[in-house]
């Protein structure tokens, strides 16, 4: 089904338009890429296509429930996110889990499946080792990954991840571009990803969105489809 959409959508900062006449579609089960120069209005296209931006012109939808008809969850990774100063007090393993409460009580107790799910998450990114740490104590690469594993936790069905792998090595790359088409063909998720190494996933994307500046300014999406049989997109936006 369709998830998220832009149908012809102009957006930009003050009075200059960074993004024109941008269509896409987002479908359930499949993996996209987002990718052009840097400033080349990838995040703000993300935040357009979740509604956290409104457009100048055109149309954005986004779908309020999955393929099942329940609320459509999402985990969002912007990019940055993990500029915790070195006083941020909550150690890792709290923060991972933090994403399984939702609206609940802090207080409460997780199931025991919850912590599981938790404690998966940290192994599938390599944060299980700093799970006692304190997240100010860490890198920057470690803390990208550990947002990377409290959204994962929440098992959404779309992730939207802004340069994920920002300050991982070739490998941790290659192991999270293959967790997350695990994502997809074990558990029907989407995940839509901007990243710089297109050459690293592209055998495992099923789109490529690449953003091109138009002649007379501002960017603009062009799609390919890629031949690796991962994507069958059904039914249409509620």
């Not at 900062?13 to 896409?24: N, Q, S």
């Not at 929440?154 to 571009?177: C, H, K, N, Q, W």
């Not at 055998?203 to 490529?208: C, G």
Request: proline share 4%; glycine share 10%; hydrophobic share 35%.
């Amino acid at each position: 089904m369709l998830l998220a959409s832009l149908q012809d959508v102009s957006f930009g900062y003050g009075d200059v338009p960074c993004l024109e006449h941008a269509t896409i579609e987002i479908h359930t089960g499949e993996f996209i890429a987002v990718t052009g120069p840097n400033g080349a209005a990838k995040s703000t296209l993300l935040k357009l296509a979740l509604g956290l931006l409104k457009p100048w012109q055109g149309s954005a939808a986004l779908s309020a429930c999955n393929r099942e008809g329940e609320k459509l969850t999402i985990g969002y990774v912007p990019q940055q996110i993990a500029s915790f100063n070195s006083g941020f007090p909550s150690r890792v393993a709290e923060f991972v889990r933090s994403g399984l409460y939702g609206h609940r009580n802090w207080l409460g107790n997780l199931k025991p499946e919850e912590k599981e799910a938790a404690d998966e998450a940290m192994r599938g990114t390599g944060t299980w080792e700093l799970r006692d740490r304190r997240i100010g104590e860490l890198s920057g690469g470690q803390k990208q990954r550990i947002c990377i594993a409290r959204s994962l936790a929440m098992s959404p069905d779309l992730y939207v991840l802004d340069e994920p792998t920002t300050g991982m090595d070739a490998d941790s790359r290659i192991r999270f571009y293959s967790l997350m088409r695990e994502q997809i063909d074990r558990f029907g998720r989407t995940v839509v990803i901007v990243t710089h190494n297109l050459s690293e996933l592209e055998s495992m994307l099923d789109r490529v969105v690449t953003l091109e500046r138009r002649e007379e300014g501002g960017w603009k999406c062009c799609t390919t489809t890629l031949c690796n049989g991962h994507f069958a997109p059904v039914e249409s936006l509620r």
